[in-house]
């Protein structure tokens, strides 16, 4: 029988750091929702001690899930670890997760304590986490610049005040497989009650080899992978959980290995993820990249009519991406349109569903067919926000060549409505200034990008902006036949992602 490795998924701690991917608790609820249905082990829902919303959506979302086992992370401080415990122990299976650094580096520039300090604050917060709940983490911050004599040494004593699992991240993702595979084993070797523990690994991409790395210490020993789905998280990112599931069950013959994971839901996850944040997948992406099914040169495209095994390593229904999407028009009913959602991972309440209900009625008038990323935007447009400080009531804008740009806009701010119009360098442009002179915002636009959800020319269009404000970063994100809408309404999401910001200030440090 396969060796079971537990998927450990950190999108909603780690990933949520990625620049400007914060999200509300009600995305964050939406998202825990589907991990658990996708069959995760363990979901770390947040940092409790870093703000009173994190907090807030760690504890709904233990209320909630019931198969998964929660996670809330925590420095070594009593503090952290009872607000870490206050946010979880709601939930069927808790856990904390508690971790300091042991890299020498780290000991002299960042905790500017020595090696025994650390050993010490490692056991107390083990040994206090442990007298709360049976359930504990323990992580060795940038781990993989480690001596690796202490790292065993903080490990082993870790297990002894308590720990049920250890884990060994490479933070920085400094490391290479060979290399990581080798500690891995070393810890594993070194450390003498280490059979009394799972050992996880939790790798970043700086290099690119995130996935690589963890695949190389699963190999060797480690039996618990922390992912993010798509990737996200700090700098380049977090080891995709997409891509090493999918390449431990298509390489079952050199890695004897099973995880607990739907693969059929991966898919409708990656896109949920991407839609909540903004964070669009690359289109070369492994796994749920839009062209990662695609086939254009001839000889492909010969080779996967015949077999597709030709060209393609595993089919793409494995991962929920069905090559025969059924299409929805306007003369679709209800019924129809609810039964579609389920099947892209949404499982709407009645309210919510008439609220889509209605936006597909009016999409399905402006275009024939409505595909399942139509669906998908006008979920996050009409469900996936909560009550916003800024929404929009209408746009109207004058441009061409004779002419000089001018929109017109009408805002609700907090419920009250207000007008105003003016110039601009183009019709965007106009329109960005006239929202910003109603909301008195003073954002850096630091990106803007257009793209086309669907194929054709009645597609909708997708904008997603990025905006600075005072040091705080949003990502923003509108959809709608018309770009200008579609940009006016990023701009007002990024706006309205830098107010939940302000509100929900992060106060504390939470890479790992």
Avoid at 63 to 87: F, H, M, P, Y
Avoid at 282 to 294: E, H, T, W, Y
Avoid at 320 to 338: E, F, M, P, W, Y
Avoid at 374 to 401: I, P, Q
Wanted: proline letters at 3%; glycine letters at 8%; hydrophobic letters at 40%.
């Amino acid at each position: 029988m396969p060796e079971r490795v537990k998927i450990f998924d950190t999108t909603l701690r780690d990933g949520e750091q990625s620049p400007g991917a914060s999200m509300n608790t009600n995305e964050k609820m939406r998202l825990a929702v589907q991990l658990e249905k996708l069959g995760v082990d363990i979901i770390e829902a947040g940092f409790p001690a870093a703000s009173e919303g994190d907090f807030e959506a760690v504890s709904e979302i233990a209320k909630r899930v019931k198969n998964s086992e929660i996670a809330g992370l925590a420095r070594t401080s009593k503090q952290d670890i009872d607000l870490a415990w206050g946010a979880v122990r709601h939930a069927a299976k808790p856990r904390i997760h508690t971790f300091i650094a042991t890299s020498d580096l780290h000991l002299k520039y960042k905790l500017k304590m020595n090696r025994e300090e650390v050993l010490n604050a490692a056991v107390d917060a083990v040994k206090y986490a442990k007298s709360l709940t049976d359930n504990v983490e323990f992580s060795a911050e940038d781990g993989s610049r480690s001596d690796r004599d202490y790292l065993c040494q903080v490990f082993g004593a870790a297990i002894e005040a308590g720990a049920t699992t250890v884990n060994l991240p490479d933070t920085v993702g400094y490391a290479i497989p060979d290399e990581f595979a080798e500690l891995v084993k070393y810890v594993m070797a070194n450390t003498s009650n280490m059979h009394k523990a799972t050992l996880s690994v939790h790798c970043h991409n700086d290099l690119g080899l995130a996935t690589a790395n963890t695949i190389a210490a699963i190999q060797v020993g480690a039996r618990q992978a922390e992912v993010t789905i798509n990737g996200i998280g700090e700098r380049a990112g977090n080891t995709s959980m997409e891509e090493v599931v999918m390449a431990l069950q298509t390489r079952q013959n050199l890695m004897p290995f099973e995880t607990g994971i739907q693969t059929a839901h991966l898919y409708p996850t990656s896109r949920l993820v991407s839609m909540i944040t903004g964070i669009m997948v690359q289109p070369n992406k492994a796994i749920v990249g839009a062209n990662a099914f695609a086939h254009e040169a001839g000889i492909h495209q010969d080779g996967v009519l015949k077999n597709p095994m030709t060209y393609e390593i595993m089919k793409p229904e494995t991962i929920g991406l069905s090559r025969n999407q059924l299409v929805l028009g306007k003369h679709s009913g209800r019924h129809a349109l609810h039964t579609h959602l389920k099947g892209l991972g949404y499982d709407l309440s009645e309210d919510e569903l008439k609220i889509v209900f209605k936006q597909f009625k009016n999409l399905a008038d402006k275009k024939k067919h409505v595909m399942d990323e139509d669906l998908e935007a006008l979920v996050t447009e009409g469900v996936l926000r909560t009550a916003e400080v800024f929404s929009l009531e209408y746009l109207h804008v004058t441009c061409g060549t004779t002419v000089m740009p001018m929109a017109s806009v009408k805002l609700a701010i907090n419920g009250r409505s207000v007008k105003g119009a003016n110039y601009g360098n183009g019709p965007i442009d106009s329109a960005f200034n006239t929202i910003a002179q109603l909301t008195g915002a003073s954002a850096e636009l630091l990106r803007f990008t257009v793209s086309a959800l669907t194929g054709g020319t009645d597609a909708q269009g997708e904008v997603t902006v990025r905006l600075r404000e005072n040091g705080l970063v949003a990502l923003g994100r509108g959809s709608d036949p018309d770009i200008i809408t579609a940009s006016a309404k990023a701009y007002i999401n990024g706006l309205n992602r830098l107010e939940y910001l302000k509100a929900h200030p992060l106060k504390a440090s939470q890479t790992l």
